[in-house]
């Protein structure tokens, strides 16, 4: 297998002609798609892959960023355990998103004991090489959910536990495809979550909403000829489940990885981060596992927090509207100025897979064809993203 | 269960009681956050790659020949192994 196959200019090239044609046969401006995987975006962005769509065709990034959709209680529910003492280990990025009062990156400046880890699997080593309590503070969406799940069902030792922020996507779409001013037409759904889950677990949300779903994997091509089954679907009005990521995704998906989730984990209804209320959309240990549910062995005194002054700033942080889909970065009066990867507001500029820290990174929309006249910055496609 | 996998020229071990099916030495797996989550059949790689093709027909009326620039043929084929 070479992924420059799925790179390959000369059929990159023809996919964006026949979306090109594609969308000009549906004859409206805009048609609006949504991908809700922030791996999506890095792609699309990394590639340059906006600049060759058609000016018709709006892809907007949804909810698919799991720093970003991480709710601040839960946030602070992770910094009030770590400034109580208890060594906390998370995905990298986590550590800098602002909570109400502060991030965990503020807390270990504070002393306590935070740390990255590329894997939960490194948690369990971290706990097993130590007689101190180790909490992993998981997020992310099923993909990290079911590593979160393999390791509690594999004898963890004592000491380990974990403080579940695990969200599960398919509810989410339902709120955002409701959303009366995002009008979302279509959906990219992400092909690392379908590989769990199936792309059959999609079928029910197509027969309610009558909006088609597309899967889709990571590289240019397996998007591009996504977006091209998705709006050829738009253009014949056909609403279905098509799977444009067969070496990876089924219809009934990876079941030994379902077994496992839903041994562990139970969906409740819960806030994403200025999202909604997403019924179904966080994933809770089971009673089971209470033994391990941080939230149960640990007094959480978030209330401890709030002596600290939250920033006035993010007050005026759009990230919510960003990532339901209604706003883009440029919109924000943060954006580039108050709010940079160095020093983030919102969530969206902390994740390499938020949209704010993607358009900051890569440019948003890079326009090719005109010369900067409004004073916006301009990019040009990296060398690899081979799009000449 | 544990296996090292190549990314590509770095190593590194990645537990295996997630994947769909039984690995072997050699088998091309997915990978996310330290876990194989699916072992990929060659074969379907090809599917994926006919898929795109087909839909290239379909939209163009011509066949995958005239997409696949002789240059762009070569380094592919020089980086299958």
């Known amino acids: 297998m070479n992924p420059l196959e799925f790179r390959d200019p000369a059929r990159a090239r023809e996919l964006s002609e026949a979306l090109e044609r594609t969308v000009s046969a549906i004859g409206r401006n805009p048609v609006s798609v949504m991908h809700v995987c922030g791996s999506h975006e890095q792609a699309i962005a990394r590639f340059g892959l906006r600049a060759t769509l058609p000016r018709a065709l709006n892809v907007i990034m949804g909810p698919g960023c799991p720093v970003c959709i991480t709710d601040m209680p839960e946030i602070d529910e992770g910094v009030a355990l770590a400034l109580q003492g208890v060594r906390v280990a998370t995905y990298g990025d986590m550590i800098r998103v602002p909570g109400s009062a502060g991030s965990l990156a503020d807390a270990r400046a504070a002393g306590a004991r935070v740390d990255v880890v590329y894997s939960v699997a490194q948690a369990v080593e971290l706990a097993r090489q130590s007689s101190e309590e180790v909490v992993f503070f998981g997020t992310g969406f099923e993909t ?31 709120i955002v495809s409701e959303m009366p001013d995002t009008r979302v037409e279509g959906f990219l759904a992400a092909g690392h979550a379908a590989t769990i889950t199936g792309s059959g677990i999609f079928e029910p949300f197509v027969a309610r909403h009558h909006i088609p779903v597309v899967v889709a994997g990571f590289e240019p091509l397996d998007i591009l000829a ?81 002596h600290r002054a939250p920033s006035t700033l993010v007050r005026q942080c759009i990230c919510g509207n960003i990532m339901a889909g209604i706003a883009s970065p440029s919109d924000c009066p943060l954006f580039g100025r108050e709010c940079v990867p160095d020093q983030p507001v919102g969530a969206c500029m902390v994740s390499s897979e938020g949209t704010c820290r993607i358009w900051h990174q890569y440019g948003g929309v890079p326009d090719l064809r005109a010369p900067a006249t409004d004073g916006c910055l301009r990019c040009v496609p990296t060398p690899e993203g081979g799009m000449a | ?68 620039a002789a240059d762009v043929r070569g380094e592919i084929e020089a980086g299958r192994s």
């Open chain 1, 226 to 306: 996504a977006l091209l089954c998705l709006v050829e679907m738009i253009r014949d009005k056909r609403a279905e489940v098509a799977n444009m990521f067969p070496r990876c995704v089924t219809r009934e998906g990876n079941r030994n990885a379902q077994e496992q989730l839903w041994k562990v984990f139970r969906p409740i209804g819960g806030r994403w981060r200025g999202i909604a209320h997403i019924p179904n959309g966080n994933l809770r240990l089971r009673d089971e596992f209470a033994h391990v549910d941080a939230r149960k062995r640990f007094t959480i005194d978030v209330n401890a927090l709030w």
């Open chain 2, 1 to 68: 269960m544990t296996a090292v996998v190549d990314f590509w020229g770095v190593k590194r071990r990645v537990r295996l009681d997630l994947c769909d099916e039984p690995v072997q030495v050699g088998d091309y797996v997915l990978n996310h956050v330290g876990f194989a989550i699916r072992r990929i059949p060659s074969e379907d790689v090809q599917t994926t790659l006919e898929l795109y093709e087909q839909l290239l027909r379909e939209n163009t009326g011509q066949g995958p020949e005239d997409l696949m």
């Open chain 1, 144 to 174: 990290t959910a079911v590593a979160t799940a393999a390791v509690l069902l594999d004898n963890p030792p004592a000491n380990f536990s974990v403080l579940s922020a695990h969200k599960f996507i398919p509810p989410v779409m339902e």
